[in-house]
T-cell receptor
């Protein structure tokens, strides 16, 4: 079975500050990991993904995440927050073989203040 | 390239009624998954369709059912609606099993309110 834990239902930062959204996963097989963003009244948009290879992955809008197997973590970062980054962020996991379904965390709402 | 489209965007039903939600997959994708997102929660997997057959199901009762058509579009049907069925229903398309890395492409969802 697979699961995802996102620490912090809300994270507040000032514009220009570092963004750090935490995600820890549990998986009995090698995982594929994802971060999705959801703006109000919209569906989910993929920010970035880790499948194999380089453990530091870069995504859209200046976001990046690092897969750390020893810590079972996949934290999302951005060096400098922008007002437009305010949204709900979801970490998700699936397995790398066989039938795949995404298992999502409960989400973290990012608030950006001027 | 056409993205995933869902209809209707919003609807209101009463307890006991039935609802059908529709989804057109992204061009080139032949696998469709449905997710339920309750308010303040992450999406929960309902089921996946591939080659017009259910290819996996989450922890949802049989009154949640689906179809996939030859053009890869899909329907989600929910019978005997309950108040807890109020949620955003998300459709996602992807490349077939074994040919994708788990990435899903989501539509904007259908928001169902059950009164």
């Amino acid at each position: 079975a697979q699961s995802v834990t996102q620490l912090g239902s809300h994270v507040s930062v000032s514009e220009g500050a570092l963004v750090l959204l935490r995600c820890n996963y549990s998986s009995s097989v090698p995982p594929y990991l994802f971060w999705y963003v959801q703006y109000p009244n919209q569906g989910l948009q993929l920010l970035l993904k880790y499948t194999t290879g380089a453990t530091l992955v870069k995504g859209i809008n200046g976001f990046e995440a690092e897969f750390k197997k020893s810590e079972t973590s996949f934290h999302l970062t951005k060096p400098s927050a922008h007002m437009s980054d305010a949204a709900e962020y979801f970490c998700a996991v699936t397995k790398n073989t066989g039938f795949q379904k995404l298992v999502f965390g409960t989400g973290t709402r990012l608030l950006v203040s001027p | 390239e056409t993205g995933v489209t869902q209809s209707p965007t919003h609807l209101i039903k009463t307890r006991g009624q039935q609802v059908t939600l529709r989804c057109s997959s992204q061009s080139g994708h032949n696998t469709v998954s449905w997710y339920q997102q309750a308010l303040g929660q992450g999406p929960q997997f309902i089921f996946q369709y591939y080659r017009e057959e259910e290819n996996g199901r989450g922890n949802f009762p049989p009154r949640f059912s689906g179809l996939q058509f030859p053009n890869y579009s899909s329907e989600l049907n929910v019978n005997a609606l309950e108040l807890d069925d109020s949620a955003l229903y998300l459709c996602a398309s992807s490349f077939p099993p074994g040919q994708n890395t788990g990435e899903l492409f989501f539509g904007e969802g259908s928001r169902l309110t059950v009164l």
